[in-house]
């Protein structure tokens, strides 16, 4: 369906903040951020013009994948707090006017779940709450090669674990430590349906379904094409499973059905495409109200994968963002990021971090905030926090960035300095190091020793700075959200890409109900010269610039050409009849 104005959920028009709650703010000196520490953050966000505050996990867990192993769903980790805590910042955020979205995890549990622990013995009736299988015909259990599918796991080795104890295996997609629940058992279902319930009748506004599109697998377990001569691909047959829609439709029935239409359920969904998102995302079907999806930030990946990193080519992030706004105009919606929690910082990724990161920052920010779909920023992301630069291996605590430096060296793939220069470049921690809050020490983070090291650079990039200067990368993130929420032609116009083909300028129109906007943003170092031609209409008026990252320069002439400065934006608005 194609919404009008009026009819226009309230979250097209919303922008979300991802706190990663470990990085975020430290309130008791033991270096880890926590949710007092957010509590006293909260005018940061509400200056900023977030409507929605989307919390990476703070449930207990054991931390083997900060976090995203939760051993109880129904308690916050000592760590972070408590759930009175919890209940403090959902009132401090409804005060204010935005709304919490939790990260539900329940594609896997943590090893230390109880769920799992009971499962353990094979007499228990939670035996089949997670995928148990023996070893292949014929093979003894612990073998080289009897894992019962051929399967690689995410953070790399086999997706199976033998048990000692039962002598069976268990699925785990991610870390040995995440064993996978089996959706297929409806008990499974039902706790995990009845745990959702319980957050939001403590006043949670929804939530940010961890890679939601994994839960239905192929009950065959059949082994996957083998690409590297050790591990097969399973993704055919988990990725986007024969049951995910009944899956979700079920569990909007069991959750949301009753609820007012205030909630919010974004599903991550690895490996979706266009088509599946518009099914996930069509309103008839009442599954999700949009995904949150990978492609655009797969395009710099090597043969090698994430950590062998090649030049952005713009034409192929055009054609890959310009895809999702047509495959989702009349039916579905998206979600717009740069960075998050997985992802490195986007001004050191395709933008510029030494001498024009405030222009390239802004520049990102411009192009992704007036796309079609829901914008996120990720805490810094406002400040144009860069890469962590670090350079050595131990600065390093995540366990994929580690997992892959160890498979490296014992294969005796790549030198010590290749890398480093991998991982430097695309290693989650260029994320999680600490917010930067100020020029004090640890950058305002933490009174004690912070979990991973701070970025450097926070004397010249911290809140306290751009909150003080009018010009800096917040608060131009402040009007390009005051333009989402004042104009709907944001939120809901249509979409037109312009010069697909240009190496290095990104231009698009958006129209609704009369209004245009042109938006233009130079993607390089360089001076670029742009010719329009019709997009620039005759007669535009002379105010139709309406945000730009640098002093106002020469508009383009009556048959369309401008020249561009290094990493500028400009957008322009105006009435077409």
């Not at 990663?20 to 953050?41: E, Q």
């Not at 779940?113 to 612990?142: C, I, L, Q």
């Not at 640890?442 to 009018?470: C, K, L, M, S």
Request: hydrophobic share 35%.
């Amino acid at each position: 369906m194609t919404w009008t104005t009026k009819d226009a959920p309230w979250w097209t028009r919303a922008v979300v903040y991802q706190v990663y709650p470990r990085s975020f703010a430290d309130s008791d000196g033991n270096g880890i951020g926590d949710l007092p520490g957010i509590l006293g953050h909260l005018d940061h966000l509400a200056e900023l013009g977030a409507d929605v505050v989307w919390l990476s996990p703070i449930y207990t867990s054991p931390q083997d994948d900060n976090g995203y192993d939760i051993s109880d769903y129904r308690a916050v980790d000592p760590v972070f707090g408590t759930l009175e805590d919890l209940d403090r910042l959902v009132e401090a955020l409804h005060e204010r006017g935005m709304k919490l979205v939790m990260d539900l995890v329940v594609n896997h549990t943590s090893d230390e779940h109880p769920w799992f622990v009971e499962s353990r013995d094979p007499a228990s009736p939670k035996r089949g709450w997670y995928w148990w299988r023996p070893a292949r015909d014929g093979m003894a259990a612990g073998a080289p090669g009897a894992e019962p599918t051929n399967w690689r796991s995410f953070f790399g080795g086999p997706t199976w674990e033998l048990d000692e104890r039962s002598g069976e295996y268990y699925l785990h997609l991610f870390s040995r430590k995440q064993p996978d629940l089996n959706w297929e058992n409806p008990q499974v279902r039902d706790a995990v349906y009845e745990m959702m319930r319980w957050w939001l009748d403590r006043g949670v506004d929804g939530f940010r379904m961890d890679v939601i599109n994994l839960i239905s697998k192929d009950t065959a377990l059949p082994d996957g094409a083998v690409t590297d001569g050790l591990f097969g691909d399973g993704g055919p047959y988990y990725v986007c499973g024969p049951r995910i829609h009944e899956f979700l439709a079920e569990m909007h029935k069991a959750v949301f059905a009753d609820r007012p239409g205030t909630l919010l359920t974004v599903g991550e969904m690895p490996g979706v495409t266009v088509e599946q998102a518009r099914d996930f995302t069509d309103p008839g079907r009442k599954e999700v109200d949009m995904v949150f999806q990978f492609e655009h930030v797969g395009l710099d990946h090597g043969p090698g994968g994430k950590f062998d990193v090649r030049p952005l080519r713009l034409r192929d992030l055009k054609a890959s963002l310009g895809r999702w706004q047509a495959g989702l105009a009349d039916v579905g919606w998206n979600s717009l990021y740069w960075d998050n929690h997985d992802q490195p910082r986007v001004v050191s990724r395709f933008g510029d971090d030494g001498e024009l990161r405030r222009e390239s920052a802004t520049m990102l920010a411009t192009v992704l905030h007036l796309h079609r779909g829901t914008p996120y920023v990720y805490q810094g992301e406002e400040l144009g926090m860069t890469n962590a630069h670090f350079t050595r291996f131990d600065q390093y605590r995540d366990i994929e960035t580690l997992n892959h430096v160890t498979a490296a060296k014992t294969v005796g793939t790549g030198t010590d300095e290749d890398l480093l220069a991998g991982i430097a470049a695309m290693s989650r921690d260029n994320a999680r190091t600490p917010m930067q809050w100020d020029d004090s020490p640890h950058a305002g983070f933490t009174t004690g020793i912070p979990w991973i090291e701070v970025n450097q650079n926070y004397r010249e990039i911290n809140a306290a700075q751009q909150r003080a200067d009018p010009g800096s990368v917040f608060h131009y993130y402040r009007a390009l959200i005051t333009l989402r929420h004042r104009d709907p032609v944001v939120a809901l116009g249509d979409f037109t890409m312009l010069l697909p083909d240009h190496e290095h300028v990104y231009a698009f129109t958006r129209r609704l109900d009369g209004t245009e906007l042109l938006v233009l943003g130079n993607f390089s170092g360089d001076v670029q010269d742009v010719e329009l031609g019709q997009a620039w209409p005759l007669g535009a008026p002379a105010d139709a610039l309406v945000l730009a990252n640098y002093p106002a320069g020469d508009a383009p002439s009556p048959d369309g050409r401008l020249r561009l400065r290094p990493w500028e934006a400009r957008v322009y608005r105006w009435d077409l009849f």
